[in-house]
T-cell receptor, first 115, second 115 residues
Framework: AQKVTQAQTEISVVEKEDVTLDCVYE???????LFWYKQPPSGELVFLIR??????QNEISGRYSWNFQKSTSSFNFTITASQVVDSAVYFC????????????FGKGTRLHILP | KAGVTQTPRYLIKTRGQQVTLSCSPI?????VSWYQQTPGQGLQFLFE???????NKGNFPGRFSGRQFSNSRSEMNVSTLELGDSALYLC??????????????FGPGTRLLVL
């Protein structure tokens, strides 16, 4: 069965600090997809990244970077030089590319960036 | 290009009533998925419609139903409302069937309060 664990329920950091959000997943499939979404107070989930299981290359997008390690079943998300606008709930999600390809979300990590 | 729109944004109902929520996907998107978000259970998949057919269904009772129209707009209906149905209901659209190969884009949600 598929499962996504975001062990950090809530994190607070001071602006300009770097912060890493952890995501550990479980799946029996060899082909799967991992996602990160951001949910600001407005409620709408904003897509950040999608990664397939065959692409372990780390990705950087501005201040955001993602570290995908199949050996530890982790897909961690780092924000460099955090800003107050980064305050939100961040969700990691997993989808197996098989018959049951529903997307399963982790419980989310609430990130507070303090000015 | 307009994003996913959901109506109404807020709704208050009483136990036993029924409710219909509407979702208009991004133009050209043919898949619509629905999610329920609560503080306790997090984000849970309700169902997905693609080309007017229900393609996938989560573990929710039969009181939760949906449909999709030929223009890809979707509605979900909850009958005999219970207090536990109070939640943020999110709709997401994607170009094709919502497997990991497609990125889902979310609407702002409908916040339902059942009294």
């Amino acid at each position: 069965a598929q499962k996504v664990t975001q062990a950090q329920t809530e994190i607070s950091v001071v602006e300009k600090e770097d912060v890493t959000l952890d995501c550990v997943y479980e799946t029996r499939d060899t082909t799967y997809y991992l996602f990160w979404y951001k949910q600001p107070p407005s409620g709408e989930l904003v897509f950040l990244i999608r990664r397939n299981s065959f692409d372990e290359q780390n990705e950087i997008s501005g201040r955001y970077s993602w570290n995908f390690q199949k050996s530890t079943s982790s897909f961690n998300f780092t924000i460099t030089a955090s800003q107050v606008v980064d305050s939100a709930v961040y969700f990691c999600a997993l989808s197996e590319a098989g018959r049951d390809d529903k997307i399963i979300f982790g419980k989310g990590t609430r990130l507070h960036i303090l000015p | 290009k307009a994003g996913v729109t959901q109506t109404p944004r807020y709704l208050i109902k009483t136990r036993g009533q029924q409710v219909t929520l509407s979702c208009s996907p991004i133009s050209g998107h043919r898949s619509v998925s629905w999610y329920q978000q609560t503080p306790g259970q997090g984000l849970q998949f309700l169902f997905e419609y693609f080309s007017e057919t229900q393609r996938n269904k989560g573990n929710f009772p039969g009181r939760f139903s949906g449909r999709q129209f030929s223009n890809s707009r979707s509605e979900m209906n909850v009958s005999t409302l219970e207090l536990g149905d109070s939640a943020l209901y999110l709709c997401a659209s994607s170009l094709g069937p919502s497997s990991g190969q497609e990125t889902q884009y979310f609407g702002p949600g409908t916040r339902l309060l059942v009294l």
